[in-house]
Nanobody
Framework: QVQLVESGGGLVQAGGSLRLSCAAS????????MGWYRQAPGKQRELVAG???????NYADSVKGRFTISRDNAKNTVYLQMNSLKPEDTAVYYC?????????????WGKGTLVTVSS
């Protein structure tokens, strides 16, 4: 059972930057997809950034040009670099990993890290 542990959240002023990390307890080679989701109070969880097959990236329109997802296979870690942060980026950020196995799709989730952006 793979565990995902997020870190790097905190309080930052608008316009600032943060880098979130998601460390996996095992190799991330087996994951077909890794991504970052966020959930703000009273809102649904939404996909912020995704990395498919280790190569293809996709971003929510609201973060394009500001956020960058990347991975370090040697460290079994996925990152989310967040620049030009806005108060509306305030949310709990969750790491997600998807593994496709025969006849099944397995989702792994971290417990989340809180990002608060002050105006």
């Amino acid at each position: 059972q793979v565990q995902l542990v997020e870190s790097g959240g905190g309080l930052v002023q608008a316009g600032g930057s943060l880098r979130l990390s998601c460390a996996a307890s095992g190799s991330i080679f087996s994951f077909n997809f890794m991504g970052w989701y966020r959930q703000a109070p009273g809102k649904q969880r939404e996909l912020v950034a995704g990395l498919s097959s280790g190569v293809y990236t996709n971003y929510a329109d609201s973060v394009k040009g500001r956020f960058t997802i990347s991975r370090d296979n040697a460290k079994n870690t996925v990152y989310l670099q967040m620049n030009s942060l806005k108060p509306e980026d305030t949310a709990v950020y969750y790491c997600n990993a998807v593994e496709v196995v025969p006849d099944n799709v397995v989702n792994y989730w971290g417990k989340g890290t809180l990002v608060t952006v002050s105006s």
